[in-house]
């Protein structure tokens, strides 16, 4: 299995699980079970996805070792504050039945139900950062980054931090390509990971996308996490039927070409 290197230089596998909109219970245990015994070793989650008890669950019964496992986690987006912070990743470190974290993320600069671009919740952000900060030099956390940020955020979180983010994780498909926030982030060497890679299924009615798959002999969702791959975005497509978890997984064996990955999406 290939890996990216965060800023830090640890290694984080190129392709993650993951587990949004997946209902906590049988579900969830049996979608990361499978995802682990087909080789996934990255398992994205989320408090506020209210699954982390299934996932920490499947992961202890997975038969794996822990450091051969790559959890991701994130703080609710509502939850703010330095003490706010601590509170939450203990409940998170509980829910999934384990004593550290690969990565966690601020998962998003605002609350979900707040208008406008979020920037008045800056400082709360920054104060949060530093308990993340906190919590990394204690050796709780492996990396610590965000989620949803744009270049605005990171702007006003870097002036006031004393270490980067090493991960941003964000909406990125061949359809919906930010590339204000990619050249930010790249510049900064800050990893994207890119969420809904298969726009949560509306990625398969783009008729280019089709022809460009049946020329590799793979499937519209293989091709799209192949583009993130090879952008050097880390992808994080999600599934619960077995057999697509396996294939979503299998972009390991192809190469698209440079002109093809223009025609998918052009990022630069």
Not at 37 to 57: F, W
Not at 103 to 124: C, F, R, S, T
Request: glycine share 6%; proline share 6%; net charge negative.
């Amino acid at each position: 299995m290939t890996h990216f290197v965060l800023s830090n230089g640890i290694q984080i596998p190129a392709i993650g699980f993951g587990t949004w909109q997946i209902p906590d219970g049988e579900q969830a245990y049996r979608s990361v079970l499978t995802a682990l015994d087909v080789g996934y070793r990255h398992i994205d989650t989320a408090l506020s996805y209210g699954n982390e008890r299934s996932v920490g669950r499947a992961i202890r019964d997975s038969g794996l070792r822990r450091e051969d496992i790559f959890i991701t986690t994130k703080l609710p987006a509502e939850i703010k504050g330095y003490q706010e912070t601590l509170d939450a990743f203990n409940r998170s470190l509980d829910n999934l039945g384990v004593d550290y974290i690969d990565l966690y993320l601020i998962h998003a600069p605002k609350p979900w139900n707040v208008e406008g671009d979020g920037m008045e919740y800056m400082p709360q952000n920054i104060e949060t950062w530093k308990a993340f900060e906190e919590l990394y030099k204690k050796g709780k956390i492996r990396a610590i980054g965000v989620a949803n940020f744009r270049p605005p955020h990171l702007d006003v979180l870097l002036k006031e931090v004393e270490i980067v983010p090493m991960v941003n994780q964000i909406l990125l498909h061949p359809n919906h390509i930010p590339k204000d926030n990619i050249k930010y982030c790249r510049d900064r060497n800050i990893l994207i990971e890119a969420y809904s890679p298969l726009a949560t299924g509306k990625i398969f009615d783009t008729p280019r996308l089709t022809t460009i798959a049946e020329k590799y002999n793979k499937t519209v969702a293989q091709l799209c996490i192949r583009w993130s791959y090879q952008n050097g975005f880390l992808p994080l497509p999600k599934s619960v039927t077995p057999a697509r978890i396996k294939e979503n997984f299998n972009i390991f064996d192809f190469t698209i070409t440079d002109e093809d990955m223009q025609q998918i999406g052009q990022v630069e």
